[in-house]
Structures are given as structure tokens and as C-alpha cells.
């Protein structure tokens, strides 16, 4: 399990984040705790500055026996520095310091670094194999200031250097227990979040080896907990949903284009058998490829309106935009089918109110226009009293609306969805001709316009939408 979660990024980079901050915290520690001893040390040397210049008024006032009494009365004193008074050749005379570090008392000033010394009481001294006394010092380290007087004496004051070390141990020892408590904490909280986190991107592992076998229908879990793994899970099933609603429309325009171009090929094959199985007449033989010609444009125009909706639907459509007007396009449609409504008995009326101008594909937006009205007459006709189709054009919002109406059978509720499929011709349309793509062309286009195609029951009949947003296309072409 440990070396699974050492594998993963998460732990890579809790130990990259863990190693940054105990390299920052311990040079913000050794920074402040340098700082510290270096303020306590000046300190410490003021301090001293200011007991020598006493003691040497004290020397001025009263001479060698006043400065010898002085010398005694404050190294008696709790917490007293260090004082030594010794003769010329460097034997102490008095103070509170037994025995000294060599060399310390040869100089004039502060002394250039620490030195040992050793207090009346420490230890007691050494003796060597000739008999000798040889001091031992206890490790205490001071700081001092040497004088040598007018008459050859020295006085050195001085300062015991334990309060900086013991600064320095305290923050040393608060270093290495914070260190180890975070040391602690971290591999503790490393380990349950890395395990949980392995857990679930095992999960996911799993149902994506399901998906990937061909169940479409496995989603990846969710937990609730909004985090990232539940924002990517739930980004990848909506993906996979768009993905199976995909592959069931290919499947379905598979089977639509299957049965629907069946038919139309079927008539070819048959038309042009029976022109070879007759008399060899030229008429005959003539409306038999006028017949196959007819079957084939039709066969041609289904076949580009599907390439026409797959572009538009990959946005990977050529088709130039400029501006358009709607209220010229709408006259234009309505004046185009006029003819085809009166010879199949169906009024056709158009309303529009005011001018309105859009950023859009002129050709594209007649074609769906027309494809609407074709269907509006085709189905309204024959299907009672005074069948009428209505064709307005309006504003609505921050936009433009064209509506197509039709008192005919309409559209069930339920099949309202599938009418925008590719293929998709409900019963009660097989008796019409058409390949059921004029809807899905339509809707395709709007999408394109990034407007949308609405449709809707108007008890009888149905209503079809075209929603343009004004100016759709102005950002695209800026």
C-alpha cells in the first residue's frame, strides 16, 4: 500500500511542499535564532562597556585598595559578571574567577572570541605527574573586556555566554520537536488521504475498464463531496452521456438510412427492368431515365442535406455570414410557396412586424425557413376545412422570432423530441413524400446561428420557432 501512494502525485507533491517548508522553516529559525544570541551578545557588551567605566571612576576616586573593594563587593552580588584582578604578570588577585584561559590577559580590549574559564567552587584543579596544579575548566564560555591600568594591573569584566547558548538550545530543541510533530502529522494525514485517494481512483479505473468493454451505460462514481475527483467524474459522464446519445442517433440514422433509401432504389432497379423487359420503344425507354433522373436527384438531395447537417452540426461549416435581412428572406419564402399552397388548397399568410436585421447565412436561413413551410402545407392540406399556414416575423427579448403555423394534425407531445432527428417520420407522415431530414435540417441551422428551433401544439396544428439572438454572429466575425 505505502509504496502505491509513494507512486502517486499527490504524495510526490506533499513530500516536494514538506521539504520546501522545512528547508525555509529552519533557515527562518537559524536566522532568528542568530539574531537573537547577536542582540544578546551587544547587550551583553554594553553591559559590560558600562561596568568597566565604573570601576574605573572607582579607581580614579580611591586608587588600587578602593578598586580591590569594588572588585569584591559586586562579584558577591547574584547574577555578577565576571571580575578579575590580576598583577602584571597575569596572577589573579581577586574577583570571582579561579583560574583563566592562557592568552586571555596578554591582550588590551575585548577579547577577539570566547574563552574558558573556571568559577571559585566549579572544580577543583588537576594535578600533573611533576606535582603541578593545572586548572580544569567546566566549560563555561564568557565574553570580556581587559584593561590594563596605569600601574601595570589588568581588570577584566566580563560576561558568562549561557543565556545565548541557552537560547540557542530552546529554539534547537523547539526545531526538532515542531520538525518531528509536522514529520509526525504528515505521514499520518499522508497516508489515510492517500489511501482514500487510491481507493477512489481505483474505482474509477474500474468503471473505466467497463466503458471501454462497450457498456456505454457505466458512469463514473461520485462521492458528493464536490472535490476535484467528483468535478471530474461528473465532467466525464456528461461526455459519456453526450457520447452514447451519439452513438444511438448514428445507429438510428443507420437503420433510417437503410429503410429509407430502400425504397427509392428498389423503384430504380424495377423502372429499369421493366424498360429492358418491354417493347423497345424509345418512349418508353425515355421516361424510364427521365424517372431514374428524378429518383436520383431526389437521391442527391437527400445525400447533401445530410452532409449539409453533419457540417453544421461538427461547426465545420464554410458558409460565409452578412447581414441579413429577415423581413426580405420571410416575403421571399412566403412568395416562393404561394403557388404550391393555392394548388393544394392551402392559404398561405405571412406577418411582419417591422424591420429586422441579423448577422447570419442568407442561404442557410431561407433553406430551414422553406423546409419549414413545405412541411406546414404538406401536412395541413387535406386535413379539414380551410387549411391555413401562417408565417410571422416579430421581436422577442434581444432577439428575433419567425414563427410557422399550420392548423393541421400536428405533433403529439411525445414525438415532438424525435421530429428533429435525422431520419425520423412519424406514422401518420409515411404517407407523404420526404426523407424526414427537414426538421433536423432546420434545427441544425439554427444551432449553427446559435439561435434554436422550438416546436409546439396549437390544438390544431403546430407551431415551429426560429429564435435568432440579434447579431448572434458579431463576436465570431470581430
Not at 418512349?283 to 431514374?292: F, K
Not at 461538427?314 to 419564402?333: K, M
Not at 441551422?445 to 426560429?466: D, I, T, W
Amino acid at each position: 500500500m505505502l509504496p502505491a501512494v509513494l507512486r502517486t502525485t499527490a504524495a510526490r507533491l506533499t513530500a516536494m511542499f514538506m521539504v520546501l517548508f522545512a528547508l525555509c522553516a529552519a533557515v527562518l529559525v537559524f536566522y532568528m535564532s542568530s539574531l537573537s544570541v547577536s542582540m544578546l551578545t551587544a547587550q551583553t557588551q554594553e553591559t559590560i562597556a558600562e561596568e568597566m567605566e565604573v570601576l574605573s571612576r572607582a579607581y580614579q576616586r580611591g586608587s588600587l585598595p578602593a578598586l580591590v573593594r569594588f572588585v569584591e563587593v559586586r562579584s558577591r552580588q547574584p547574577g555578577a559578571n565576571l571580575y578579575l584582578l590580576a598583577d602584571p604578570n597575569g596572577r589573579i588577585l581577586s574577583g570571582n574567577v579561579e583560574s583563566i584561559e592562557p592568552g586571555v590577559l596578554e591582550g588590551d580590549g575585548w577579547t577577539g572570541r570566547p574563552f574558558a574559564y573556571r568559577r571559585y567552587g566549579d572544580r577543583s584543579a588537576a594535578t600533573t605527574e611533576e606535582g603541578e596544579e593545572q586548572a580544569e575548566f567546566s566549560g563555561h564560555q564568557a565574553v570580556a573586556l581587559v584593561l590594563r591600568l596605569p600601574n601595570q594591573m589588568i581588570l577584566l569584566v566580563g560576561r558568562d555566554l549561557g543565556e545565548p547558548q541557552i537560547v540557542r538550545d530552546i529554539v534547537n530543541r523547539s526545531l526538532i520537536l515542531a520538525f518531528g510533530m509536522m514529520g509526525i502529522g504528515a505521514a499520518v494525514i499522508w497516508f489515510f488521504v492517500g489511501r482514500r485517494a487510491l481507493r477512489r481512483i481505483d474505482t474509477v479505473s474500474e468503471a473505466s475498464r467497463r466503458i471501454m468493454a462497450g457498456d456505454l451505460s457505466e458512469r463514473l462514481p461520485v462521492s458528493g463531496t464536490g472535490d476535484e475527483f467528483d468535478r471530474l467524474s461528473q465532467n466525464l459522464n456528461v461526455m459519456l452521456a453526450r457520447i452514447a446519445r451519439l452513438n444511438d442517433g448514428l445507429k438510428q440514422v443507420s437503420d433510417n438510412i437503410a429503410h429509407d433509401l430502400k425504397t427509392p432504389l428498389t423503384r430504380l432497379r424495377n423502372r429499369a427492368e421493366a424498360a429492358l423487359a418491354g417493347d423497345p420503344r424509345d418512349a418508353d425507354y425515355r421516361e424510364a431515365l427521365e424517372a431514374t433522373i428524378r429518383e436520383s436527384d431526389q437521391l442527391i438531395r437527400t445525400f447533401n442535406a445530410i452532409l449539409m447537417i453533419s457540417r453544421l452540426e461538427a461547426g465545420q461549416s464554410s458558409e460565409q455570414t452578412t447581414t441579413v435581412d429577415l423581413q426580405q428572406t420571410v416575403a421571399d419564402v412566403v412568395e416562393l410557396y404561394e403557388p404550391v399552397a393555392e394548388e393544394m388548397g392551402v392559404t398561405i399568410e405571412a406577418s411582419i412586424a417591422g424591420e429586422a436585421s441579423i448577422t447570419a447565412n442568407r442561404e442557410l436561413v431561407a433553406q430551414a425557413l422553406s423546409n419549414i413551410v413545405d412541411n406546414a402545407i404538406k401536412y395541413s392540406a387535406g386535413s379539414g376545412e380551410a387549411p391555413k399556414v401562417q408565417v410571422s416575423l416579430g421581436r422577442e427579448d434581444d432577439g428575433y422570432v419567425i414563427e410557422v403555423a399550420d392548423n393541421g394534425p400536428g405533433i403529439p407531445d411525445e414525438d415532438r423530441d424525435r421530429a428533429t432527428e435525422r431520419f425520423v417520420r412519424l406514422e401518420r407522415s409515411r404517407s407523404q413524400p420526404g426523407s424526414g431530414l427537414g426538421l433536423s435540417l432546420a434545427k441544425a441551422v439554427m444551432e449553427f446561428h446559435h439561435g434554436r428551433l422550438e416546436l409546439a401544439g396549437r390544438n390544431p396544428g403546430l407551431s415551429v420557432r426560429m429564435i435568432f439572438r440579434e447579431d448572434s454572429h458579431k463576436d465570431e466575425q470581430g
